[in-house]
């Protein structure tokens, strides 16, 4: 079944410095990614999709994420962290080619400091 | 376009009372998804309904059902509930079947059981 790793339970980073979210995958066929953040007592709100094409994917609030097929990775990247992305990111795979589910990463919290 | 919403949002409940969570997806969106949130475990794929039938089904006991009517309206319904069914539920509605279409979630039903 697919997976996902999200090595890290919290991420710090400074406001105004480079951010990203590491994550990882484990799929049989061709992966469909998602980036997901969920802010304190909200749902998920959707951030960027990789399904083909271009490795860089750029997405909502800034944020964007490369594809890396030989590393099976997706790693969320901001250039400058604003106060205000301080929430939980969440990575998710569905794997089409095995049950066209979507499986979540346990979620990284990113706190920004001021 | 309104977003997906999800009544109530707050539940508590004793054990061994059964308890129906409600969702009403994004107009024209026919595919809903059911998540359950904790701490442990973080998200867990439920179940998916699609046009009425249920399309995908997570690894849940039997304890824990859902349905979908005609416009699109979902419910799950949890039986004999246990301490350990306190949760936030989230459901999540997309587009017409298509594994790269992102999915729109709810703010959750947060469930106390006591």
């Known amino acids: 079944a697919q997976s996902v790793a999200q090595p890290e339970d919290q991420v710090n980073v400074a406001e105004g410095n480079p951010l990203t979210v590491k994550c990882t995958y484990s799929?049989?066929?061709?992966?469909?990614l998602f980036w997901y953040v969920q802010y304190p007592n909200r749902g998920l709100q959707f951030l960027l999709k990789?399904?083909?094409?271009?490795?860089l994917v750029k997405g909502s609030y800034g944020f964007e994420a490369e594809f890396n097929k030989s590393q099976t990775s997706f790693h969320l990247k901001k250039p400058s962290a604003l106060v205000s992305d301080s929430a939980l990111y969440f990575c998710?795979?569905?794997?089409?080619?095995?049950?066209?589910?979507?499986?979540f990463g346990k979620g990284n919290q990113v706190v920004v400091i001021p | 376009k309104a977003g997906v919403t999800q009544t109530p949002r707050y539940l508590i409940k004793t054990r061994g009372q059964q308890v129906t969570l409600s969702c009403s997806p994004i107009?024209?969106?026919?595919?809903v998804s059911w998540y359950q949130q904790t701490p442990g475990q973080g998200l867990q794929f439920l179940f998916e309904?699609?046009?009425?039938?249920?399309?995908n089904k997570g690894n849940f006991p039997g304890r824990f059902s859902g349905r979908q009517f005609s416009n699109s309206r979902s419910e799950m319904n949890v039986s004999t509930l246990e301490l350990g069914d306190s949760a936030l539920y989230l459901c999540?509605?997309?587009?017409?079947?298509?594994?790269?279409?992102?999915?729109?979630f709810g703010p959750g039903t947060r469930l106390t059981v006591l």
């Open positions: 999540a509605s997309s587009l017409v079947g298509q594994s790269g279409n992102e999915q729109f």
């Open positions: 799929v049989s066929g061709n992966p469909y």
């Open positions: 990789y399904i083909t094409g271009d490795n």
């Open positions: 998710a795979v569905r794997d089409i080619a095995v049950n066209n589910r979507l499986a």
């Open positions: 107009s024209g969106h026919r595919s």
């Open positions: 309904y699609f046009s009425e039938t249920q399309r």
